[in-house]
């Protein structure tokens, strides 16, 4: 069964400080590699989906790419609005997710 | 834009007692999940759901859970006879293809 780890498990940047959080997994194959955001109490949020070596996708100051072993997610320029949790989680076609434990991103203004 | 939204917000329960769950899931969406979450820990599949049966179920997924579609609209979980261990958040989740879209949770509290 896949594997998803985090790194690291906490983050705090200061405002403007770019950074990336990484995702690696144990099983690799044609499996999707997904990011969502979780803010305290609330359900995860979708962000991107990744499914080929070389891939990126990008939203406002969040750039995910993936190679055959793991995933990163860039912060770039990150404002208080970003601090969140962001989990990311594999899986394939319509069967369930296996998510890791989250990055905790804290963005001191 | 749609969304998938789930009642109650938070649910507290004695232990032993019945629990169902609430979700709606996105309107034309085909694919529904379970999963839950213990504060603090990792998100957790339970169940997944597709043309009103189980098509998938976690080893937590035991005799003490049930799934169902009643109508067109509603995705319920239910737990027969609630345990401690059973205090987490619920999340429910839909998808059409791939991506799958989770609600806002309830909480529940079992004492």
């Known amino acids: 069964e896949d594997q998803v780890t985090q790194s690291p498990e906490a983050l705090r940047l200061q405002e403007g400080e770019s950074s990336s959080l990484n995702c690696s997994y144990t099983v690799s194959g044609l499996r999707g590699l997904f990011w969502y955001r979780q803010d305290p109490g609330k359900g995860p949020e979708f962000l991107f989906t990744?499914?080929?070596a070389g891939e990126e996708k990008e939203k406002e100051r969040l750039k995910a790419t993936l190679t055959k072993k793991e995933s990163f997610l860039h912060i770039t320029a990150p404002k208080p609005e970003d601090s969140a949790t962001y989990l990311c989680a594999r899986g394939f076609g319509n069967e369930k997710l296996t998510f890791g434990t989250g990055t905790r991103l804290t963005i001191i203004p | 834009e749609p969304e998938v939204t789930q009642t109650p917000s938070h649910q507290v329960t004695q232990m032993g007692q019945e629990v169902i769950l609430r979700c709606v899931p996105i309107?034309?969406?085909?694919?529904f999940y379970w999963y839950r979450q213990i504060l603090g820990q990792k998100v957790e599949f339970l169940v997944s759901?597709?043309?009103?049966?189980?098509?998938?179920k976690s080893e937590i997924f035991d005799d003490q859970f049930s799934v169902e579609r009643p109508d067109g609209s509603n995705f319920t979980l239910k737990i027969r006879s609630t345990k401690l261990e059973d205090s987490a958040m619920y999340f429910c989740?839909?998808?059409?293809?791939?991506?799958?879209?989770f609600g806002p949770g309830t909480r529940l509290t079992v004492l």
């Open positions: 990744l499914y080929s």
């Open positions: 989740a839909s998808s059409l293809v791939n991506e799958q879209f």
């Open positions: 759901f597709y043309n009103n049966e189980i098509s998938e």
């Open positions: 309107s034309n969406h085909l694919y």
